[in-house]
């Protein structure tokens, strides 16, 4: 699956962002997609992560301040980032793939399928 991240852009701390994670042509049916991060010199984190079934996890440093959410007719994924901080300014990419059970969703191994980035920058 051929994904398009984008929406990131320069927000001052405390701002908010909306990412998106497109597959044109494609369906996400049956398949898991979440979102990374990646800072300068630091490795890949998950951030967050949403199941066919809707079923939506999280990183313990987003919850309550980032939703992921999907819009199947659009065959688009959405990463709401509310109150950001000058520490979350980072590469931020959509990965998806099929059959990614719950303890591997936050995982980057587990997606064979990356968008190719969005940079998000927060200045404090």
């Known amino acids: 699956v051929q994904l398009q991240a984008y929406g990131g852009g320069l927000v001052q701390a405390g701002g908010s962002l909306r990412l998106s994670c497109a597959a044109p042509g494609r369906t996400f049916r049956s398949f898991a997609v979440a979102w990374f991060r990646q800072a300068p010199g630091k490795e890949r984190e998950f951030v967050a992560a949403?199941?066919?079934?809707?079923?939506?996890y999280y990183a313990n440093s987003v919850k309550g301040r980032f939703t992921i959410s999907r819009d199947s007719a659009k065959n688009t994924v959405f990463l709401q980032m509310n109150s950001l901080k000058p520490e979350e300014t980072a590469v931020y990419s959509c990965a998806a793939q099929q059959g990614v059970i719950v303890s591997a969703l936050s995982s980057s191994n587990a997606y064979r399928s990356w968008g190719q980035g969005t940079q998000v920058t927060v200045s404090s």
């Open positions: 949403i199941r066919w079934s809707g079923d939506t």
